[in-house]
């Protein structure tokens, strides 16, 4: 029953509810405003088994997973129909709808709805130390299965008989709970039926993690503790994962890397004395590198210098309602475990679901390379594709070894049965450059995907371009299962052999992996996101600069609102960077700080002296040579590329006088504790001085500003009606 009415309306509309011959065992019920999609009757809630509130921060990630286990249905409830299953997800649907959908997928395959609760929105159990071994072998198998769906969430699920109210790992929404002697009720708030409360028994809050189950046919009310008691036991799931799962962990040494020339690679690459300062530097020695928020550099397709492809890239954050995490505080809920090898179906439950590598990181050393590289397990079969092609070929040779690459993927997984499939460009030499790894992994990923192979092989990226968190999280955002950054890891290593960093070489490696991961940590948090298998294949990026040819290839699922440069463009600066193999200069850098020779900068310290002596001398044609010198650069920004059309100028007379315009201004709608007082009353007090309007922003206003120059003429009036009063109102002009 769905209306666009208030609740209590609900029942004089639909008369089914008001007939005492119509009767039910439970009711669902949802009242929220959309705030992250455009409400539509096809996504209101409650849908077929759930009710939510909150936000899926990964239901990118979920979906894209989700259309490439439609490769192999398998279930022993459908049997034959299997097939009928697919598509697992309904198109066009919310991010609920889409938990809707997974959620009735696995409970009328088979498993409870408690069951499917702890697989798709797990408690925080990576870090929890004590936490008995049984319920760890049910959550670590479940994270063989699928990556969890997370975010804030509530919910409220039913099979047809029985009830669920749950919390996501974090409990960022609320859920009370009341039992009296014939009702149990969970809402999002208390006070919601005053008068069953008042009969209450027993009250209390889900925590983080937490659910309640009513029992339909039994009558019986559970909470986690028990319901996670009898869903650990109900399958050997620690005898299976002892006997079938693989643990690699091993330490970095203080050897030299034999496998490359690391001199010519870094110009190959195009490292920087800058970047083995402010970047590598710091991470040799343990610190994640911190600097302003914010760049006044070009855009990578705007820039003339040679600028790697994940610098085309940039990283999406959390907005309206769905909060970023704090990745130090919330530790706890954090983790970058990562699990490689072929996936079985989501709908089965058995032994061989275990076959899987384990690792603590997905940044690997050269030890644990080597180890996934050379596995003595028939299930654990690993193929290397070379990243490379014929410098001599030119930008076409590029552009063959890309559909080589996705051809031979192909091969070795449908053929051979890899699924350990390693990405590298390692074969860099005189005569062979380097394919964009990030392209080559997108290309890749990206067709096999397509050929319905994406869930039967694990990609690790082996690399020398890599050397940031952010080139990271791209190559996991695309795909990437690990990477061996193996020229960053060499350079910190003779960092610390030359005693550039005061530490151990061994130490000064292991210290940028713990950097990487913080800055990993970092990158996810801001989505929202707490677990790396949520991230991996979210596609969590807008695409600048980039033509439609280089993102149909290999990041078809990102982003994107303008285009760029092509194919040819990228293959051409990789050429350019690879002449340097033999001889030749590195790149100055200037990138991070501006530097003579360097990437350019809007705020260049021609540009400052220019500004500062306009402003010292007030004068008109020191303003105009500010002007100029901005107007006349190399353009750095998309708006750099646009100017005013040449058109009929308007009349003086007929254009309004300045107190006319100025009564059009309005402030932008912020409340207080957004605004201190201060400087809410001086908005006010400014708006109402000029004519124009300031808008007090939700939560209300402190009444002594009412009819005084500190009132706000506009007053909003938001869902919760937080502040309103009849004064409020009363002091409005809008």
Same mark, same amino acid.
């Given at each position: 029953?769905k ?10 509309? &639909? ?7 119509? @009767?039910s065992?439970?009711?669902v019920?949802?009242?929220? &405003? ?6 539509? +009757? ?6 077929h ?17 989700? $259309?490439?286990?439609e490769v ?5 409830v459908?049997g034959?129909?299997?097939?009928e299953?697919?598509p697992?997800?309904q198109g ?15 409970i ?13 929105l ?13 319920l760890?072998?049910f959550?670590? &198998?479940?994270?063989?299965?699928? %990556? ?5 969430a509530?919910?409220c699920?039913?099979?047809g008989?029985?009830l669920?109210?749950?919390?996501d790992?974090?409990g960022?929404?609320?859920?009370? +709970?009341?039992?009296?002697? #014939? ?9 919601v039926?005053?008068?069953? /409360?008042?009969?209450a ?10 659910a309640?189950l ?7 009310i559970?909470?986690?503790?028990e319901?996670?008691r ?19 962990q091993? *330490? ?9 020339d690391? @001199? ?15 970047i ?17 550099t070009?855009?990578a397709?705007?820039s003339?210098?040679?600028r790697?492809? *994940?610098?085309?890239?940039q ?9 970023? !995490? ?8 954090m983790?970058?475990?990562t699990f490689? =090898? ?6 089965e439950e058995n032994?061989?679901?275990?076959d ?9 050393s050269?030890a644990?390379l080597? $180890? ?14 070379d990243?490379?092609?014929t ?5 076409d040779? !590029? ?21 350990i ?5 390692? =074969? ?5 450059a ?6 080559a992994l997108g290309?890749?990923n990206?067709?096999?995907? #397509? ?10 990226v082996v690399s ?8 990271l ?9 690990a990477?061996?950054?193996y ?5 910190? $290593? ?16 292991e210290n940028?992996? !713990? ?13 929202g996101i707490?677990?790396l ?22 990041f078809?699922?990102? %982003? ?15 050429l ?9 200069? %590195? ?6 700080k ?5 990437e ?12 500062q ?6 004068? +008109?044609?020191? +303003?105009?040579a500010?002007?100029?010198?901005i107007?006349? $650069?190399?353009?750095?920004?998309i ?6 059309? @040449? ?5 003086l ?5 300045? /107190? ?16 201190? *007082?201060?400087?809410? #009353? ?16 939700e ?12 009132n706000?003429?506009i ?7 937080f502040?309103?009063?009849?004064g &409020?109102?009363?002091?409005?002009e809008?």
């Amino acid at each position: 029953y769905k209306g666009l009415f208030a609740a209590a309306d609900v029942a004089n509309f &639909y008369w089914d509810l008001r007939d005492p011959w119509y @009767e039910s065992s439970f009711a669902v019920f949802h009242q929220r &405003y959309s705030t992250n999609t455009f409400p539509a +009757w096809s996504i209101a809630q409650p849908f077929h088994t759930l009710a939510h509130n909150g936000e899926i921060n990964t239901i990118r990630s979920n979906r894209a997973w989700m $259309r490439t286990r439609e490769v192999n249905p398998a279930s022993p409830v459908w049997g034959e129909r299997s097939e009928e299953l697919v598509p697992f997800l309904q198109g066009e649907q919310s991010d609920s709808g889409s938990l809707d959908n997974a959620f009735e997928l696995l409970i009328r395959s088979g498993r409870s709805i408690e069951h499917v609760k702890e697989m798709l929105l797990p408690a925080a159990w990576e870090n929890v130390a004590d936490l008995d071994p049984d319920l760890r072998a049910f959550y670590e &198998y479940h994270a063989f299965l699928t %990556e969890p769906w997370d975010g804030p969430a509530a919910l409220c699920a039913t099979d047809g008989v029985s009830l669920l109210a749950g919390l996501d790992r974090n409990g960022l929404r609320p859920a009370r +709970w009341t039992i009296t002697p #014939e009702f149990l009720l969970v809402a999002s708030e208390a006070g919601v039926s005053p008068a069953l /409360e008042s009969e209450a028994t027993e009250t209390g809050q889900l925590p983080p993690g937490g659910a309640l189950l009513f029992d339909g046919a039994t009558g019986e009310i559970s909470f986690e503790g028990e319901l996670n008691r009898r869903l650990a036991t109900q399958q050997p799931y620690g005898e299976w994962i002892r006997k079938d799962t693989a643990y690699i962990q091993d *330490p970095f040494d203080k050897e030299s890397d034999d496998r490359f020339d690391a @001199e010519r690679l870094a110009r190959v690459f195009n490292y920087t004395s800058e970047e083995r300062r402010l970047i590598l530097q710091e991470m040799a020695e343990g610190r994640d590198p911190i600097g302003s928020m914010g760049t006044d550099t070009p855009l990578a397709a705007l820039s003339k210098r040679h600028r790697r492809l *994940p610098h085309y890239f940039q990283q999406l954050f959390a907005q309206v309602t769905n909060p970023p !995490m704090d990745p130090i505080r919330e530790k706890l809920v954090m983790s970058l475990r990562t699990f490689l =090898g072929a996936n079985g179906s989501i709908l089965e439950e058995n032994e061989q679901q275990a076959d899987k590598i384990e690792i603590s990181s997905p940044i690997l050393s050269l030890a644990e390379l080597e $180890r996934l590289e050379h596995m003595d397990d028939d299930r654990f079969i690993s193929g290397r594709l070379d990243a490379t092609f014929t410098a001599s070929d030119g930008v076409d040779g !590029m552009r063959q070894r890309l559909a080589e690459l996705a051809d031979e993927a192909e091969a070795e997984v449908r053929d051979r049965g890899v699924s350990i499939l390693v990405i590298s460009d390692e =074969g860099v030499t005189e005569e062979r450059a380097p394919v964009p790894i990030l392209l080559a992994l997108g290309a890749v990923n990206q067709h096999l995907i #397509e050929k319905g192979l994406r869930n039967d092989s694990s990609v690790v990226v082996v690399s020398g371009e890599p050397r940031d968190a952010h080139d990271l999280a791209c190559l996991i955002g695309f795909g990437a299962s690990a990477i061996n950054p193996y020229l960053a890891i060499e350079e910190v $290593r003779r960092m610390a052999e030359d005693g550039t960093v005061s530490v151990d070489p061994a130490v000064a490696q292991e210290n940028l992996r !713990m950097a990487l991961q913080a800055g990993l940590l970092k990158i996810m948090s801001k989505m929202g996101i707490c677990t790396l298998k949520s991230y991996r294949g979210s596609s969590l990026f807008e695409v600048i600069g980039l033509d439609d040819e280089v993102t149909d290839l290999a990041f078809r699922y990102a %982003e994107k609102r303008v285009g760029g440069v092509g194919l040819d463009h990228v293959a051409e600066h990789a050429l350019a960077l690879h002449a340097k193999f033999s001889e030749g200069d %590195e790149d100055p850098g200037g990138f991070y700080k501006y530097r003579r020779g360097g990437e350019e900068h809007v705020t260049s310290p021609k540009v400052v002296l220019k500004l500062q002596r306009a402003v010292r001398s007030g004068e +008109w044609e020191d +303003w105009e040579a500010y002007l100029s010198e901005i107007e006349t $650069r190399d353009p750095s920004q998309i708006r750099d590329l646009l100017t005013f059309a @040449e058109t009929t100028p308007i009349p003086l007379e007929e254009v309004e006088p300045v /107190e006319a315009i100025m009564r059009r201004f309005v402030t932008a709608a912020m409340s207080m504790g957004a605004l201190s *007082p201060e400087a809410h #009353e001086a908005l006010a007090e400014a708006m109402n001085m000029i004519g124009g309007l300031s808008n007090s922003g939700e939560g209300g206003e402190d009444e002594s500003r009412f009819g005084s120059s500190r009132n706000s003429a506009i007053k909003q009036v938001a869902s919760g009606r937080f502040g309103v009063t009849p004064g &409020y109102l009363a002091s409005a002009e809008e």
